[in-house]
């Protein structure tokens, strides 16, 4: 058993053999070489002896943890919000960028990942991710501050953007061709198990009422911190199953290290309990043409030679030989990212501005009126006082949620306990009044006349009014709506991939998705927004399976991490642009996001039919 670390993966370019870049392990290939289809035969039929059992699905239940973890990093965000927006006292704008520091970082990961993927092992280098991801996620549970709680989310970050780069061609290249595309269809439907098991611990640990987030925040280890550690678990249970497992048998062979590889397929041949003996041998390894070099020793320079890596990864990818493949896979990933992200965001935006304006139109006005020597005990909600007079008042044990003053007078009031949200006093005149154990500051007085007022014990010293109307109950209802049938709906495409050619499917799931997107033009209902997204994500993420197997085809063993990083990257990014764009369009007719994703997603299927089929190939 030779050590890891001294079988890294050399370019093909540097082989001794002569350039193999067109080998049969890729679809993007133009001929074949010697070598290529020796290794890839010898492959199949190691596969094919070990058969396919056991062995396949619990290393699919493994993978699978990783990837609903993957989802798990970007759907927490939308559970945390309202309870980091309070403890960590940040306004809108950083709420975003806390969104866009995690994409950012998905991006990141997803090519070093993809890099390392092909250079150290799936195995080593999936271990590697979620260890970092772990790690860095229960570090962001312990941290005071906004600067801090980011740095950890986007390390965080960076090391689970590995799981989906590494996971699929570790389990491609461990099942036969007849049968991958079943089991990548299975370890697909781990992402909306991701979110469904997101959304049932925020259920179970969160608040979901804005008075109890500030209740529960003022304890020193709050409900979301408890959220942040729960969600770890499918990670470090990865990490445990990962132990047991053993690396992907075509990398082994990729990297010279065909005893190993050979120990492997008898392992599958073990586990899957098969009737007859395993009949290949050390006997029957490639001989050693077969075989590449191994690349020297790196530098000293750790930076530098890291940097020669990826510069070289994408020189590979973009060469002739998958040029046409890189550019058209990228470009699919470009208009997939930006439409799934923003449909969700758009989504998002929809319901709670539903939801604002419905609240707001049951708003109370009360004009002109007198309170003298009354005393307020109980929560006041969603009220405008006009013109009206407060004097000798008491305020105490209350809340005070979307009320304002506005030309008031408040003479000798007292205020004693008392929370608000979205609470201002506007033109409003306060004199020889008493603020006692209030939350109540100086941005809640806007152009205000203040006389003679004291100012006791302040709840908090934080300028961001927090808005108790944070809708989680609608948050959980959403993901269920599209999780739920998108996870048999990955299951059953596996086994359609089966029997059926990649393009078509593409394109058929794309203009299914195309047509969907015009249900966005009558979102004027809860029940219409959520069917519209889900008939959308499912029918992308769909697509974006077959893609998924479309790279893992279409490119040779030493850049298929690599190439199926840089995709993921360049959704990340695409999704990342698309959340400000979509989320602006609330506020615009329904037409032009229907519009929009309408003729994106139809641009992605004509897109789609130039996609070259690689079913049959052997990886």
């Known amino acids: 058993m030779c050590e890891e670390s001294a079988c890294l993966v050399p370019p093909l370019e540097t082989a001794q053999n002569g350039p193999t870049e067109q080998m049969s392990t890729g679809g993007s290939a133009g001929c074949n070489s010697v070598a290529g289809e020796a290794l890839v035969g ?20 493994v993978l699978g943890l990783a990837i609903a973890a993957d989802c798990s990093e970007v759907a927490i965000l939308g559970y945390i919000l309202p309870a980091a927006e309070l403890q960590l006292c940040i306004d809108d704008h950083r709420k ?25 092992g799936r195995r080593r280098a999936l271990v590697s991710s979620l260890i970092v991801a772990a790690l860095f ?37 461990t099942c036969p061709r007849a049968t991958r595309t079943r089991y990548t269809g299975l370890l697909h439907s781990f992402w909306p198990l991701g979110a469904l098991l997101t959304s049932t611990i925020a259920h179970l640990t969160l608040p979901t009422e804005g008075a109890d987030v500030v209740l529960d925040n003022r304890e020193h280890w709050s409900s979301w911190h408890r959220f942040l550690i729960a969600n770890i678990l499918p990670t470090i249970s990865c990490i445990v199953g990962l132990i047991w497992t053993s690396e992907s048998p075509r990398y082994l062979l990729e990297a010279s290290r065909e005893v190993e590889a050979l120990e492997v397929y008898q392992r599958l041949h073990r586990l899957n309990k098969s009737r007859t003996q395993y009949g290949l041998t050390e006997l029957e390894l490639p001989g050693r043409s077969a075989y590449r070099d191994r690349p020297a020793s790196p ?13 070289d990864a994408f020189r590979r990818i973009s060469s002739p030989a998958h040029f046409r493949t890189t550019a058209l896979l990228a470009l699919l990933h470009l208009l997939l990212g930006f439409v799934y992200m923003g449909i969700s965001s758009y ?59 506005v030309n008031c007078v408040f003479d000798e009031a007292e205020f004693t306990n008392v929370k608000s949200s979205i609470t201002y006093f506007l033109n409003t005149t306060v004199r020889d009044s008493r603020f006692v154990d209030t939350d109540l500051s100086d941005h809640h007085f806007v152009d205000c006349m203040m006389i003679n007022n004291t100012f006791l014990s302040l709840i908090s010293d934080c300028t961001v009014d927090f808005d108790y109307n944070i809708y989680l109950e609608d948050l959980y209802r959403e993901t269920i709506a599209w999780a739920g049938p998108m996870l048999p709906s990955l299951l059953i495409l596996g086994f359609l991939l089966e029997i059926t050619l990649r393009p078509p499917i593409v394109v058929t ?45 279409g490119y040779p063993c030493h850049l298929r991490c690599t190439a199926h990083g840089v995709m993921r990257c360049l959704f990340h990014l695409a999704s990342l642009c698309a959340i400000p764009m979509y989320t602006a369009m609330v506020q615009t007719v329904l037409l032009v996001p229907a519009v929009l994703t309408v003729v994106l997603t139809f641009g992605a299927a004509l897109l789609a039919t130039r996609i070259q089929d690689n079913s049959k190939v052997l990886l």
């Open 42 to 61: 010898f492959h199949e039929d190691a596969l094919s002896q070990a058969n396919v059992g056991k062995a396949q699905l619990l290393l699919t239940m």
């Open 347 to 405: 989504s998002s935006a929809m319901i709670k501005d539903m939801n604002d304006q419905e609240y707001n139109a049951m708003r109370k006005y009360i004009v002109h009126a007198s309170y003298v020597d009354r005393v307020f005990d109980a929560t006041i909600e969603n009220i405008e006082y006009r013109d009206s007079l407060f004097k000798n008042v008491t305020f105490k044990n209350l809340e005070l949620r979307h009320v304002e003053f």
């Open 299 to 311: 530098g000293r320079n750790a930076v530098r030679s890291w940097i020669d890596t990826v510069c």
């Open 137 to 173: 996620s229960a570090v962001a549970t312990v941290m005071p501050t906004y600067g801090t709680f980011m740095t950890a989310r986007f390390c965080s970050g960076v090391g689970i953007a590995g799981a989906v780069p590494l996971t699929f061609s570790y389990l491609a290249e």
């Open 509 to 553: 799931l794309l203009l299914l998705s195309s047509i969907s997107s015009i249900g966005i033009f009558f979102q004027y209902r809860f029940s219409f927004i959520l069917l519209t997204e889900a008939l959308v994500k499912v029918f992308l993420m769909c697509a974006i399976n077959t893609l998924t197997m479309v790279i893992i085809e």
């Open 96 to 120: 975003g960028w806390l969104v866009s520091i995690t994409l950012l970082a998905l991006a990141i990961g997803s090519i070093a990942w993809g890099i390392l993927g092909d250079r150290v």
